[in-house]
């Protein structure tokens, strides 16, 4: 009965590399969130995906970055060309597809990027 | 557009006292209301969460949260605090229907000393 999956939990890019973040969301979750926390900053929403959909993504930024949430395979979020604004801690969440009433999130552990 | 203020943003308080974090939201209905905790270098855990009824919310490790329209807050509260729960705490806010989009205040931190 696992929870949220992120990996890798740590990752380090040069800057100009690309960066892949994973998520696999909790058995029986079809709803997943991406957030990013900022050092001494709260959780910053950036894209919210069901399968094969991308639902919102008001959050993210407009350039090198993207997120996909396959039918099969976990979330991936992908930010091209890092630049060192881009460390941060990013948060997957998931929930179940339940409509009208948002149970709250069960989050991962989270992925620390830091650019160097 | 929702939003959630939590005006503190570090709080210290000895063991055993009793704790009060503030947390105040905006946002045009009632809306439904978290209180998460994040521990250093760790995910996000849900303590409590407010739909509706009952304004007095009680959640995991002994906290409580007050749902209070006219004051649009939703304080979080623990009568006596232990040294594990220095942490950050995360009011949230979300719409009563339909798409589940979740907005975070910027947190508080939460000092425990003996």
């Known amino acids: 009965n696992a929870g949220v999956m992120q990996n890798p939990r740590h990752l380090v890019r040069r800057r100009g590399q690309e960066a892949r973040l994973r998520c696999s969301p909790m058995?029986?979750?079809?709803?997943v969130y991406w957030y990013r926390q900022l050092p001494e900053e709260g959780l910053k929403f950036m894209v919210y995906l069901q399968k094969e959909n991308i639902i919102d993504e008001s959050g993210m930024p407009k350039e090198r970055f993207s997120a996909e949430f396959p039918k099969e395979g976990p979330s991936i979020l992908r930010i091209q060309q890092v630049v060192r604004g881009d460390s941060a801690a990013y948060f997957c969440?998931?929930?179940?597809?339940?409509?009208?009433?948002?149970?709250?999130?069960?989050f991962g552990s989270g992925t620390r990027l830091t650019v160097v | 557009a929702q939003s959630v203020t939590q005006p503190d943003i570090h709080i210290t308080v000895s063991e055993g006292a009793s704790l009060e974090l503030r947390c105040n939201y905006s946002y045009g209905a009632t809306p439904y209301l978290f209180w998460y905790v994040q521990s250093p270098g760790q995910g996000l855990q849900l303590l409590l969460k407010y739909f509706s009824g009952d304004t007095l919310v009680q959640g995991i490790k002994g906290f409580e949260a007050e749902f209070k329209r006219s004051q649009s807050s939703f304080n979080l509260r623990k009568p006596s605090v232990h040294w594990s729960d220095a942490a950050e705490y995360f009011c949230?806010?979300?719409?009563?229907?339909?798409?589940?989009?979740?907005?975070f205040g910027t947190g508080t931190k939460l000092q425990v000393i003996p």
């Open positions: 969440a998931s929930s179940p597809p339940v409509e009208g009433r948002s149970d709250g999130y069960t």
């Open positions: 949230a806010v979300a719409p009563s229907g339909g798409y589940q989009k979740v907005t």
């Open positions: 058995k029986g979750h079809s709803h």
